[in-house]
């Protein structure tokens, strides 16, 4: 079954044909350098980007699969959460293909799809599996039972992962986005240098929290003044990571400590860290665990993983889906984390 | 036999209408969505309205041809209808034409609005104490606009028409005794040619040889606030 999907949730304009496993096309129109003067994510600006980048978009991942808009199936498009703006674009452009050839639809949750990049060729993991999604829009700690769903064990409280280290890179006067900046610097510096707090360790649960790290390290570049911070920027930088990292891998481990699981996924942009995947491969090497990483181009924001999503799920048939709207909530039903505990 | 489908989602309705070699056959107007703050229904009511205006007249394959207003208006609106637009056109393999809402309100108001061989002033409230505008006299073409400017601006502009035009729109009734004061007639608050008709948006899709439906862009008039913001501190710094 031939399956087009957009995902326009964010900053990203994406698109993807699919058949079964395997990824046939998989575009991805990065607006990163649009928004790198503004040093973040700008709402509005991502959503003119979108507009003017799915057509093309959607017209190249046809190309590249060889196939034409005849040939599909279904559509599949994220419908939340995420940027409204952004994701109605997405959206009206998915609902309108759709019924003008009056093809099934189907709205997918944007995490879950980032839980079905795992389904994916090459090397596709079946459930049960702990997955952990870290990037600049999330940081979800979840368990898949089943391909249709997943449960939340965990989430961030506050600031995402990579908010957190993108932020953190502005702070030590890097790039945007800062993540691979961030790691360059932090090669040469000392991890143990500063005593970043790792946040969330005492309390119970699986919920994450990245605002006091940064806050901490506001606190700290105004302690030693401009001069030394530049000076120690590499210290401050493998620290910081160091306590980004460290708050991960402790979730996680927290969460493998049931003992029921064995194997871990490990998607999202934040994925592509290094010290991160170091982390978390000696723990599953530890445990016996099998380790899925999940390829770069699916790791992150993709259209690919919402296809592989909506494989999973029952489409909206025509004329079901034309009012659909999208949604800044997650949109699927699903067991919550509260849920998850109660029982 | 040429059937149009036309649409505009650069206000607070959600206007969809249907014609046919110019004879209009289903017209709808939605407004906002009652409670939650009023926010337009143009995600939830435009492939809707647009889908019984179509079953209505043969379905989806008997379109020629789609319409779409591009603004200027509603930044969010015009993404929903514009991205409609474009993949309706795609699936359907038929021209986009881009249609100018102002020139859309403009048409409305010069064939229903009562005012004789005057000048059609369209008026949209842009928000922030400004107003878009458009003037057209006697055919589709604009004379002046699209553009954004405040109504003490445009009192001015009007003032300075050879004759008095007749002004309708949000833009017109948020700001009748400004516009008044420069010379122009405005219609009751009640009155429909206020509000943007679809079958507008088709008659002036209709003419001319429509485009590519990747070609049709909206008309924002106004930067992401990012943007300007940004310019003003560079330009501050300087
Ligand atoms: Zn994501």
């Given at each position: 079954m031939l399956l087009l999907a957009l995902e326009t949730s964010c900053d990203d304009t994406c698109a993807a044909v699919t058949d079964g496993a395997h990824v046939l096309s998989n575009v991805i129109s990065s607006q990163a350098a649009a928004h790198a003067r503004f040093g973040g994510v700008v709402p509005e600006v991502a959503s003119r980007h979108h507009l003017e980048l799915v057509n093309p978009v959607v017209d190249a991942a046809l190309h590249e699969a060889g196939v034409q808009l005849a040939d599909v199936d279904a559509i599949a498009v994220t419908a939340g959460p995420g940027l409204i703006g952004a994701l109605l674009v997405g959206v009206s452009s998915a609902k309108a293909l759709a019924a003008a050839r009056r093809l099934p639809l189907t709205p997918v949750d944007h995490l879950h799809g980032h839980v079905a990049a795992n389904f994916l060729e090459p090397e596709p993991l079946d459930p049960p599996f702990v997955c952990l999604v870290a990037s600049g829009g999330h940081t979800l700690l979840a368990a898949v039972h089943e391909r249709s769903s997943y449960k939340v064990l965990g989430q961030t409280l506050d600031d995402a992962a990579g908010e957190a280290i993108d932020k953190a890179a502005r702070l030590l006067g890097l790039g945007f986005p800062g993540g691979p900046e961030l790691e360059r610097l932090a090669a040469g510096g000392d991890p143990d240098a500063f005593g970043f707090p790792v946040a969330m360790t005492r309390e119970p649960g699986l919920d994450f929290s990245f605002s006091g790290l940064k806050t901490a390290l506001v606190y700290r570049c105004h302690e030693l003044g401009e001069e030394e911070t530049s000076r120690r920027r590499a210290d401050l930088a493998a620290s910081f990571q160091a306590a980004v990292v460290g708050q991960l891998t402790a979730k996680l481990e927290r969460a493998l400590d049931s003992g029921e699981w064995s194997a871990v996924a490990l998607g999202g942009g934040v994925a592509a860290n290094g010290p991160l995947r170091a982390c978390v491969a000696a723990l599953c090497e530890e445990r016996g665990l099998r380790l899925k990483l999940v390829a770069p181009e699916l790791c992150t924001d993709n259209a690919a993983m919402i296809a592989a999503a909506a494989a999973e799920l029952e489409p909206l048939a025509y004329p079901e889906y034309l009012a659909l709207d999208a949604a800044t909530e997650a949109v699927e039903r699903r067991a919550t984390s509260n849920e998850q505990r109660a029982t | 036999m040429a059937l149009v489908i036309g649409f505009d989602t650069a206000t607070d309705d959600t206007a969809a209408a249907v014609m046919c070699d110019g004879e209009l056959l289903t017209e709808s107007a939605a407004g906002p969505t009652a409670g939650g703050g009023g926010r337009p229904a143009h995600a939830t009511r435009l492939l809707?309205?647009?889908?019984?205006?179509?079953?209505?007249?043969?379905?989806?394959?008997?379109?020629?041809?789609?319409?779409?207003?591009?603004?200027?208006?509603?930044?969010?609106?015009?993404?929903?209808?514009?991205?409609?637009?474009?993949?309706?056109?795609?699936?359907?393999?038929?021209?986009?034409?881009?249609?100018?809402?102002?020139?859309?309100l403009a048409r409305g108001i010069r064939e229903r609005g009562g005012g004789g061989g005057r000048p059609a002033l369209a008026v949209l409230d842009a928000r922030r104490g400004e107003v878009f505008a458009a003037l057209a006299d006697g055919t589709d073409e604009l004379l002046?606009?699209?553009?954004?400017?405040?109504?003490?601006e445009l009192a001015r502009r009007i003032a300075a028409l050879d004759r008095p035009p007749l002004a309708a729109g949000s833009g017109a009734l948020r700001f009748r005794g400004e516009l008044q004061q420069g010379g122009a007639e405005i219609p009751a608050g009640a009155d429909r040619v206020h509000r943007v008709a679809a079958r507008d948006i088709c008659a002036i899709g209709a003419l001319g040889p429509g485009s590519d439906p990747r070609d049709v862009a909206p008309v924002y008039l106004r930067k992401p606030d990012a943007e300007r913001w940004r310019e003003r501190d560079s330009t501050d710094n300087r």
């Open positions: - | 809707p309205d647009l889908e019984a205006a179509v079953g209505a007249a043969g379905g989806w394959e008997a379109v020629d041809r789609v319409a779409v207003g591009i603004g200027p208006g509603s930044f969010t609106g015009l993404r929903i209808g514009i991205a409609t637009g474009r993949a309706l056109a795609q699936a359907l393999g038929v021209p986009l034409a881009g249609v100018s809402t102002l020139a859309a002046w606009g699209p553009f954004v400017a405040t109504p003490a």
